[in-house]
């Protein structure tokens, strides 16, 4: 589910990540930096779930100083690569579930959580992923797309 500056509940997926005050968060900051009409976003959102770590919060700010208006737009991910950008649209992955985008408010928010339930005897799993975003017309804002590597989940996964 994906959701724009939508604070009411929502009724709970049993696919997804439930927030536990407990639950590790990963803040990261976004900025912007303008090249004539191309606006690029700055930060480094790359990060490595370690093997037996719960689910983790991937909460991004975005301060803009464009003043293009840029705001997040959509979610691209992807579960087994580290293609940049990952290939395709949309959440098709497995691990990124919970996508919010707040752009009514300064600085501007967004997050995920990435579910790292894959199965460590397997390896780290690769996730990567992309943010679309939108601004005023006579710019172009570039996409933001990491990698995070997910060390997967010991013992029972809930």
Partial sequence: MT???????VA????EAMDDPGQPI??????TSVNGTVISITGNGDASIPTGQA???FKFTLTDTSGANVQFSSLDAEDGTTACPPVGSGNRSGQIVGITMHNNQT?????????????P??????????????CNTGFTVQPFDPVIS?????GPIL
């Fill in 121 to 134: 005897a397997n390896g780290a799993l690769n996730v990567s992923y992309q943010w679309e975003f939108t």
């Fill in 3 to 9: 959701s724009r500056d939508q604070d009411a509940p």
């Fill in 150 to 154: 997910n060390g997967g989940r010991t």
């Fill in 12 to 15: 709970p997926n049993p696919h």
């Fill in 26 to 31: 990963q803040e990261i900051a976004l900025g």
């Fill in 55 to 57: 689910a983790t919060i």
């Fill in 107 to 119: 600085p501007k928010k967004a997050q995920f959580t990435d579910n790292n339930n894959n199965n």
